[in-house]
């Protein structure tokens, strides 16, 4: 069965420190999706990234990098320089290709607070 | 604009009535599905489309209704058979792997 697991319920760091959010995944699909998912204070789920699995090259977009590893299962997250504005609360998610109902399957979120 | 819509943003009820939550998009996707989300819980799928006139229980759907009768509505109803409605509630719509949400109604029932 397919699963998520956001292990950190909650973490505080001081603003420009550099803060990585893990996400676990099982799925027994060989193709399968991975997403990341950011919710602000209004409620509004913000779309962040991609990765299909045959993809494994670590992106960056501006402070943001995601780090994909099959072996481990594993595609966290991490904000380089962090600001208040950064904080939210963060969903990893997963779809198998296989899933004939197209689900997309979330963790249970990581809520992040960037202390000014 | 393209997008997602959800009306009310607030919604208060009374324990015994049923209230329905509306969702509409504008982004021509076929399908559309329901999210619940309590504190903690992360989100929940309560009932998806992926046709006019079609859809599925998802995990939670004890309690829930819905109808699709047109592509760009997808109605969720809050039964009084649901023991604990209160929560946050989120729709979405689905275009190849990405899902878009709208805003969600936030209902409290006393």
């Known amino acids: 069965a397919q699963k998520v697991t956001q292990a950190q319920t909650e973490i505080s760091v001081v603003e420009k420190e550099d803060v990585t959010l893990d996400c676990v995944y099982e799925?027994?699909?060989?193709?399968?999706?991975l997403f990341w998912y950011k919710q602000p204070p209004s409620g509004e789920l913000v779309f962040l990234i991609r990765?299909?699995?045959?993809?494994?090259q670590n992106e960056i977009s501006g402070r943001y990098s995601w780090n994909f590893q099959k072996s481990t299962s594993s595609f966290n997250f991490t904000i380089t320089a962090s600001q208040v504005v950064d904080s939210a609360v963060y969903f990893c998610a997963l779809s198998e290709y296989l899933d004939r109902d197209d689900k997309i399957i979330f963790g249970k979120g990581t809520r992040l607070h960037i202390l000014p | 604009d393209g997008g997602i819509t959800q009306s009310p943003k607030y919604l208060f009820r009374k324990e015994g009535q049923n209230v329905t939550l509306s969702c509409e998009q504008n982004l021509n996707h076929d399908a559309m599905y329901w999210y619940r989300q309590d504190p903690g819980q992360g989100l929940r799928l309560i009932y998806y489309s992926q046709i006019v006139n079609d859809f599925q229980k998802g995990d939670i759907a004890e309690g829930y209704s819905v109808s699709r009768e047109k592509k760009e509505s997808f109605p969720l109803t809050v039964t009084s058979a649901q023991k604990n409605p209160t929560a946050f509630y989120l729709c979405a719509s689905k275009r190849g792997y990405e899902q878009y949400f709208g805003p969600g109604t936030r209902l409290t029932v006393t």
């Open positions: 990765r299909n699995s045959f993809d494994e």
């Open positions: 799925t027994r699909d060989t193709t399968y999706y």
